[in-house]
C-alpha cells in the first residue's frame, strides 16, 4: 500500500534540501529512491524536489519561501452573491424548507407566481442566477440557515381481525399505480406520548399515483368518525376514487367500510400485518404533512380539533400546490451497491394535469383554483394556525389551569 499524501510531503521536505545540495549524479540516486517511495513520476518528482523552498522576491524588501506541497487557494468572485442568497433563502421558508432537489426544478414556478403577489422583488441578473443554480448549490447556499433547524411517535393500531378473510391483501399487480384515484389511507394518532383516555386522529388519505394528500381531524378512531371523514374527503379529491388500501386496524377492517366500498365498486385492499412498508405512500406523508406542522403534542379536545381542521384546509392548498416531490422510477443492485433513480420533483397538481386519465373538466378546476392562489399567504396562514394550537395546548398544562380545574 504506497504513501498517503500527508506522509509524501513529510517524505519531499525531509529529501528536498540533499536533492538540491547534490551533484548531479547524487541527485540521479536521490530521485531513484523517491520515486520509488512516493509513487510520483519521475518528471514531477524532480519538479518538486527541485523547487521545494525556493526563495522568490517578491518586493524590494520581501521574499517569499515555496514550498511546492501547500496549494494557493483559488481566487475567484463569487457567482452567487447576498441578493441571491436572500432571495433563495424566502422562497425556501415560503416553500417550507424543501432539499435543494426539490428547490431548484420550482423556482422557474414560484419566482413569478410570487413577483406577481408583490412577495419578493428581484433584479433580472439575480433572477436569472436563481433559475440557472443547481440542486447541490442550493444546499450550500442555504446550508448555514439548515443548521438553525436541526420526536419518534408510537403507533396506536390495533388490528381488526374479523373481516381479514374477506378483505384480499394488497399486491401490485392489482393496481394500476400510474393511474390516480387508488390511494392509501392511515390515522395518525396525536397522544403526546400518553395513550390513555381519548385523543384526536388524523385520517390521511394519499394518492399513490399522483402524491395528492388529503388530511383530516376526528375525535378518536371510532369507525363511525373514520368513515365520515373518509368521505368528506372522498367529496373534496380532485378525481374519482377507484381504489382503497389500509392497514389492519378495526376503523378500517369493519363491515361499514368493506359494504361501502362494495356498493360504490371501489377496490378495497389491506397490507400485510407489521409491514408498514406496504403503506410507504401514506406513511410518508405523515411525516412530512401531519407531523411537519403539527408535531408530537397531545391534542384531545374540540377546540384543539377544529383548529387541526382549518389548518388542514391551508395545507391541502400548500402540500398539493406547492409542494413537489420525486418518485422512484427504478433501482439496479451490483453487488451490494443498489442505485435508485427518480423522476423530475412534481407537485401533485402538476403530476394530476400531467395524467390523461384525468377528464379536461377537472382539470380546469384545478387550474382555475391554482390560478387564485398566494403561496406566501397560505404559508402565513399556516404559521398563525400552527401558534394558535401551540397556544391552546399550551394552556390546557398550565398549573393555574389544573388548580383551577
Not at 384515484?181 to 390513555?196: A, K, M, R, T
Not at 395528492?212 to 369507525?223: D, L, P, R, S, Y
Not at 377492517?253 to 401514506?282: A, G, H, P
Not at 407537485?347 to 379536461?360: F, M, Q, V, W
Request: hydrophobic share 35%.
Amino acid at each position: 500500500m504506497g504513501l498517503t499524501m500527508k506522509e509524501r510531503q513529510s517524505v519531499t521536505r525531509e529529501v528536498a534540501g540533499r536533492y538540491q545540495k547534490a551533484r548531479k549524479k547524487g541527485k540521479g540516486v536521490i530521485l531513484d529512491d523517491f520515486v520509488i517511495l512516493t509513487e510520483y513520476t519521475r518528471c514531477y518528482a524532480s519538479y518538486v524536489l527541485r523547487n521545494h523552498g525556493r526563495k522568490v522576491r517578491i518586493a524590494r524588501d520581501k521574499v517569499m519561501v515555496v514550498d511546492v506541497t501547500k496549494k494557493a487557494k483559488r481566487k475567484r468572485e463569487r457567482t452567487y452573491g447576498e441578493a441571491v442568497k436572500k432571495a433563495l433563502t424566502t422562497i425556501w421558508y415560503i416553500l417550507d424548507c424543501i432539499c435543494g432537489k426539490r428547490l431548484g426544478p420550482m423556482l422557474a414556478e414560484i419566482i413569478p407566481k410570487l413577483e406577481r403577489y408583490g412577495e419578493i422583488s428581484l433584479d433580472e441578473e439575480t433572477k436569472g442566477k436563481l433559475l440557472n443554480v443547481s440542486a447541490a448549490t442550493i444546499d450550500r447556499l442555504l446550508g448555514p440557515e439548515r443548521k438553525k433547524h436541526q420526536i419518534k411517535g408510537r403507533s396506536n393500531t390495533k388490528p381488526g381481525t374479523l373481516l381479514k378473510s374477506q378483505i384480499p391483501i394488497r399486491t401490485f399487480s392489482q393496481w394500476d399505480d400510474k393511474k390516480p384515484g387508488f390511494v392509501e389511507i392511515d390515522l395518525v394518532g396525536h397522544d403526546g406520548g400518553d395513550g390513555s383516555g381519548e385523543f384526536i386522529q388524523t385520517l390521511d388519505v394519499t394518492d399513490v399515483a399522483t402524491g395528492w394528500t388529503e388530511t383530516q381531524a376526528v375525535k378518536n378512531k371510532a369507525q363511525q368518525w373514520v368513515f365520515e371523514a373518509l368521505k368528506d374527503i372522498r367529496a373534496r379529491m380532485p378525481f374519482p376514487l377507484l381504489g382503497i388500501d389500509s392497514d389492519n386496524g378495526s376503523e378500517f377492517i369493519n363491515n361499514q367500510l368493506l359494504r361501502y366500498c362494495l356498493e360504490e365498486k371501489l377496490t378495497f385492499t389491506r397490507t400485510r400485518s407489521c409491514r408498514k412498508n406496504d403503506n410507504c405512500f401514506v406513511e410518508q406523508k405523515n411525516y412530512s404533512v401531519v407531523r411537519r406542522n403539527v408535531g408530537y403534542s397531545r391534542y384531545d379536545t374540540p377546540q384543539e380539533q377544529d383548529i387541526l381542521n382549518v389548518l388542514y384546509k391551508e395545507l391541502r392548498l400548500f402540500t398539493n400546490f406547492f409542494q413537489p416531490s420525486m418518485k422512484l422510477i427504478g433501482k439496479t443492485r451490483e453487488g451490494s451497491k443498489v442505485t435508485k433513480k427518480y423522476d423530475k420533483p412534481l407537485t401533485p397538481y402538476r403530476r394530476t394535469l400531467a395524467s390523461s386519465d384525468i377528464s379536461e373538466a377537472d382539470k380546469r378546476r384545478l387550474r382555475a383554483i391554482y390560478a387564485r392562489l398566494n403561496p406566501a399567504e397560505i404559508k402565513r396562514l399556516i404559521t398563525k394556525l400552527q401558534k394558535e394550537l401551540l397556544r391552546i395546548n399550551a394552556l390546557k398544562k398550565s398549573p393555574r389551569r389544573k388548580n383551577a380545574a
